[in-house]
């Protein structure tokens, strides 16, 4: 699976971003999918994730209400909108993969086979 990440960009606090990822290579109905962020100075992190169909959906605590991860299969796209952004949401954003395991969406990252390239999202106080 080829993946491809965008939307990123530069928001103030409080504000709102829509990512996209594009997902190539084969049907995106047959993997997981999950969001990964990358602060300056930091591990890369599980973000949000769904399971194959998107009939369930997980998020850290970090983000939980105000993160939504969402795929439209028939695009082949997987989307996160943000928001309520703060300053600690700064960082590098991957969609990622897993054929492997299509009904777990929890991370780690090692469960996961294809990444994007990353977005960047900077979040301004």
């Known amino acids: 699976v080829q993946l491809q990440a965008f939307g990123g960009g530069l928001v103030q606090a409080g504000g709102s971003l829509r990512l996209s990822c594009a997902a190539s290579?084969?049907?995106?109905?047959?993997?997981?999918v999950a969001w990964f962020q990358q602060a300056p100075g930091k591990e890369r992190e599980f973000v949000a994730g769904a399971t194959r169909g998107g009939s369930s959906t997980y998020y850290s605590d970090a983000v939980k209400g105000r993160f939504t991860i969402s795929r439209d299969n028939d695009k082949n796209m997987v989307y996160l909108q943000m928001n309520s952004l703060n300053p600690g949401d700064t960082g590098v954003y991957y969609c990622a993969a897993s054929a492997r395991f299509p009904y777990h969406a929890i991370g780690p990252e090692s469960q996961y086979e294809s990444w994007g390239q990353g977005t960047q999202v900077t979040v301004s106080s």
């Open positions: 290579g084969r049907p995106s109905r047959s993997f997981a």
